[in-house]
Structures are given as C-alpha cells and as structure tokens.
C-alpha cells in the first residue's frame, strides 16, 4: 500500500521501539480501564449498546492475537477456540453477556500471553517488503484498535452506575476567542492521505476536493449555548428537526443530551459517577446527530460537511498544501489539544490557543467528537485494506461521520485525516458539534 524506501537497521530498531512504547501504552490504559473495576463489573452489561467490559478486553487480545501472532509472526494459535466469541460481526452487543465468555481472570491471562508472544514476533519481524508490515503497519493498526475499544471502554465507564471509579485532573482553564466564527475561502484543497503510514484504509487516497467559502464556529458548541436551544424549546419545535430526527425525538423521548437533568431551574449531569453542574463554556457532549442538526437549524446554521470540516483543520493557505494537524506536521501533544483520557472531560471552548488551525479555528483535535452533515462513504479510489470489515460494510447512508477525535482519543489513533462513523440516534459516544454557514452572499 505505502511503499516506504528502504529502511536502515537503525531506522528498524527505532520503529521497533516506537511500536513497543504505542502497544505498551494502549496496554496501560486497558489494564487501568478494566482494574478499576470488581469482576462484577467487568462481566455484566452497563447498557445494551455495549459489550461487558471483560469482552472489550479479550477481543482486543483476539485482534492482536489473528493480526500480529498469526499473520504477521506466522506463528500458532494461542486461542483458536476462542475467535467466534470474539469476533464482532458474530454476536450483537447486546447478546455478548450470555455468552461462555473468558472470565476476568481468564481475559487477563489471555491478553498477556498475546502480548507476550507479540513482542518477540516484533523482535523478529522485518518491517517491510510485505504491505502488511511495511512501516510496521499492522502494529500500528492494533495499537490503534486497541486503543479505539479503550475509548469505547471509557463509554461503558460513563454509562455504569454506582460509586466513581475513574479519577482525573481538570482541564486547563477557558480562553477567549477574538471571534464566534472563522473564514475558510473558496478554494480546492488535498483530503485524506496516500502518505501517512499508519493511516486506515477509509482516510485513503490523498484526492483534491473543491471547497466553497464558508463560515464555521471557532470552537465546539458549548453547553450553555445548547441549554438556550432547549430553553427556546428546541426540542418541542418541529421547524428545527428533519422528519426522521422529529420522528425520532418524539419515540426515544429527547428532552435534553443524554445524562442531563434538571435541579430546579439549574442544568446538571452525571460525569463519571459524579453528579454536577453543566459548566457553561464546556462544550456539550453527548448529543446525537439529529440534536446537532436540530441545534444548528435552530441557530440559522448547519452542520459542516466532512471536506468542509478536513479543509478548515488541515488546510494552509500560506502554502497552499494541507497539514497532518491543524497546527502543523507534529504529533499531537497536551500543549496542541485535550487528547489521551488526560482529563475525563473535553477543556472549556477556547483552550490550547497554540493547537488552533491557520483559519482560527481552536480544538477541532481532542475534545469532543464533531457530527459533519456527511455520510461515511469511500473516498475515490478506496480499496478495502487489509480487512472489508473495519470500513467497507459500514459505508451507506445509516451512518453520519464524526471527525477530530476527543479527550478519549490517544494520539495514535488520531490524525487530521482519521474519520469515525456512528448512527445518527447515538449519544453514548463522546460527540458534539460545531456549525457552520455557507459564505457566498458575503463575498458576492
Ligand atoms: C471506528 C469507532 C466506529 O468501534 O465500531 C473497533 C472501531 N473497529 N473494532 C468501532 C473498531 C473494529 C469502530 N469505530
Ligand atoms: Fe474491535
């Protein structure tokens, strides 16, 4: 897929090491996501949107044990019995906990061997000539996965009652933004990537797409501008709503984002076990993407597209060529963006000023997940790679795509170019939004 030149044996060894440390950090943060936890816990449903906790953890060491121990290291199978319970696309969410799952235990042992047998297939391995490895690849793509389920894992956290498990730091401190929006002129720019080498198959090809001018919010809708949506009865004026987000609000009974309630006239949710305040300038989480669309509606704006959304995170005028980040080619670190489960919170909207965009645009990274208007489609000259199941069968008009990651996201599974998808009716996903509007009539 990417052909890389040639590496050096140093240049192998660095790579090896730089695996090693993504692989060793995903595994820090599953470990502390499950240990959290009694076996009570791990093994029984939160909601019936996810797995049990335990199941996250043993599929995460049967992805790594088909990918890395088996194809990659060419080695035996350390659980083949095992593959069909793990496997996603055999048994629905909410039918896992009736399965003869590994028991907490079970998992743990499971996991470890994997890893085990993985770092010494990673000693051994070439990291190229063979389009799975070339660039370490397939290491980079589970150490990806991996920490994909943590941050679904993160959810189930969310989601569970009782005591507080998780503990954190705030996030720093608000800033004020010079402006409510920002301009992004007319003009084609490169989306997607044929070049990043732990890329997935759906952030591929690199392609030119034109783009129209237009205005798009500094910063994700925060809650105290959500709650002014609700207090204009946004969520009782049909004029605001598509007819099968309407359709929707009115089944599912919407009245506010998911974990939201009220204490008198006060806004208040639940965080992590801890009921608080809504904190005005944070921005709102948690939110659907026919509440997002509502919003927007009820703003006199709408969603961005995706191209609308990459061009304004990625693009730079001054150069004409498009970024890996909003703020450059470096990697994302706690001084561009609120990302790595940091903080168990997106940072209040204006933060990390020195993570803003060449337009203006601040925390399009980390954060909250943001709803575009767009389907998850292939882009031109998509070719599934290595598996149809990670992209491929997801492609269609049932799923809306989220893009930027948030504070649950870990830097490397976050690009500029990564592109996440879920249906519009989910909420238990940490996403919000941010609008935008069309910039014709201005310029004309
Ligand atoms: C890209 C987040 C939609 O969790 O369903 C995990 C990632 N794919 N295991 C998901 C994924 C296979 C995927 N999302
Ligand atoms: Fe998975």
């Known amino acids: 897929m990417t052909t890389t030149p040639d590496l050096t044996a140093m240049e192998q060894e660095k790579l090896r090491a ?27 449903q939160h909601s019936r949107l996810m797995s049990p906790l335990v199941w996250d953890l043993a599929h995460i060491g049967n992805q790594e044990e088909l990918w890395l121990v088996r194809d990659v290291g060419g080695r ?3 659980r083949q019995d095992i593959d069909e319970l793990y496997d996603a696309f055999k048994h629905a969410r909410v039918d896992r906990p009736a399965l003869p799952l590994l028991g907490p235990a079970e998992a743990r042992g499971y996991v470890t061997e994997v890893r085990d047998k993985v770092l010494d297939v990673l000693d051994h391995a070439v990291l190229e000539g063979r389009p799975l490895v070339e660039g370490a690849f397939a290491f980079g793509m589970i150490a990806q996965h991996e920490q994909q389920h943590d941050e679904t894992m993160l959810a189930t956290h969310q989601l569970r009652a009782g005591a507080p498990a998780l503990d954190a730091p705030p996030p720093p401190r608000g800033r004020r933004v010079p402006a409510a929006e920002v301009l992004v002129p007319a003009g084609p720019f490169t989306m997607g990537t044929s070049t ?32 002014e949506f609700i207090d204009d009865g946004g969520y009782d004026d049909r004029r605001w709503w598509t007819g099968a987000g309407w359709e929707h609000r009115q089944k599912a009974g919407l009245t506010a984002p998911l974990y939201w309630g009220r204490e008198g006239r006060q806004w208040t949710r639940r965080v992590f076990g801890r009921q608080e305040p809504i904190t005005p300038n944070e921005p709102v989480l948690h939110v659907s993407w026919y509440e997002a669309d509502a919003y927007a509606r009820w703003a006199g704006r709408r969603l961005p597209t995706e191209a609308e959304w990459e061009k304004a995170a990625r693009f730079d005028p001054a150069t004409g060529l498009t970024r890996r980040y909003p703020w450059g080619n470096a990697d994302p670190d706690t001084s561009y963006a609120n990302v790595g489960q940091a903080f168990l919170r997106p940072a209040p909207a204006g933060s990390y000023p020195g993570g803003a965009a060449p337009c203006g645009a601040r925390q399009l990274i980390g954060d909250v997940w943001e709803w575009t208007s767009s389907d998850f489609g292939p882009y031109p ?17 049932e799923y809306k795509v989220l893009r930027g990651g948030s504070f649950a996201v870990s830097a490397v599974a976050c690009r500029g170019t990564f592109r996440n998808w879920d249906y519009p009716i989910r909420r238990q996903i940490f996403a919000g939004f941010r609008t935008a509007r069309s910039g014709e009539a201005e310029l004309a």
């Open 76 to 78: 035996d199978p350390v």
């Open 381 to 397: 000259g998509f070719e599934a790679w290595p598996y149809k199941e990670y992209s491929e069968v997801f492609f269609g008009p």
């Open 196 to 227: 990043e080498p732990w890329a997935l198959d759906n952030e591929r090809p690199a392609h030119t797409v034109p783009v129209a001018p237009f205005y798009l919010d500094t910063t994700p809708v925060t809650c105290g501008a959500y709650a």
């Open 18 to 44: 730089h695996v090693a440390e993504v692989l060793t950090r995903a595994r820090a943060r599953s470990t502390a996501l499950t240990d959290a936890v009694d076996d009570h816990d791990l093994t029984r």
